[in-house]
T-cell receptor
Framework: GQQLNQSPQSMFIQEGEDVSMNCTSS?????WLWYKQDPGEGPVLLIA?????ELTSNGRLTAQFGITRKDSFLNISASIPSDVGIYFC????????????????FGQGTILTVHP | NAGVTQTPKFQVLKTGQSMTLQCAQD?????MYWYRQDPGMGLRLIYY???????DKGEVPNGYNVSRLNKREFSLRLESAAPSQTSVYFC??????????????FGEGSRLTVL
């Protein structure tokens, strides 16, 4: 099946630093998404990308959908302690509004630790 | 506003025992999913239900069965639990085919340990 390689697996940073993580795939995806999982909770959607080359921001978060449709990255600027958690990339092969039923392929996750 | 509710939150089983994880959503979503989360493996799809009355296998369905009881509820059953099924299980829902944005709404998870 489709696989996503997400890196790095973990990051330990100081508060205020910027963070960058990325996801690559051997398959093409038509939608890329980034989710965050707080400790003891389920993942929550941060950013969704629907077009190759699209660059989208959500506050201190910026994500891009790679031109090849096989990769995506997420940047977090000026990290704060509440950024702690696991970040997952996810790819969807179907088009928005299509019939893929939201079946997502998830990356392995990046564990982010922020030291005050 | 409850969203997606899973029960139980924690469960310990012995090898060979059976159990059912319950999931309910109050967002009037059409599609529902069961994922398992294991360290270093991300989230893997076990089964999903695109709409009421339909269910399909995901990436790792062996050892599991599901029932879409109605539009709100989607249960996951382990008939004969094995230690390899020790994991955190997440139920999720989405609006479904007509508005397939890729956004899933997850429950808080059910941590299952099989001894």
């Amino acid at each position: 099946g489709q696989q996503l390689n997400q890196s790095p697996q973990s990051m330990f940073i100081q508060e205020g630093e910027d963070v960058s993580m990325n996801c690559t795939s051997s398959s093409i995806f038509n939608t890329w998404l980034w989710y965050k999982q707080d400790p003891g909770e389920g993942p929550v959607l941060l950013i969704a990308l629907y077009k190759a080359g699209e660059l989208t921001s959500n506050g201190r978060l910026t994500a891009q959908f790679g031109i090849t449709r096989k990769d995506s990255f997420l940047n977090i600027s000026a990290s704060i302690p509440s950024d702690v958690g696991i970040y997952f990339c996810a790819g969807q092969g179907g088009y928005a509004g299509g019939t893929s039923y939201g079946k997502l392929t998830f990356g392995q996750g990046t564990i982010l630790t922020v030291h005050p | 506003n409850a969203g997606v509710t899973q029960t139980p939150k924690f469960q310990v089983l012995k090898t060979g025992q059976s159990m059912t994880l319950q999931c309910a959503q109050d967002m009037n979503h059409n599609s529902m999913y069961w994922y398992r989360q294991d360290p270093g493996m991300g989230l893997r799809l076990i089964y999903y239900s695109a709409s009421e009355g339909t269910t399909d296998k995901g990436e790792v369905p062996n050892g599991y069965n599901v029932s879409r009881l109605n539009k709100r509820e989607f249960s996951l059953r382990l008939e004969s639990a094995a230690p390899s099924q020790t994991s955190v299980y997440f139920c999720a829902s989405s609006e479904g085919v007509l508005r397939n944005t890729g956004e899933l709404f997850f429950g808080e998870g059910s941590r299952l340990t099989v001894l």
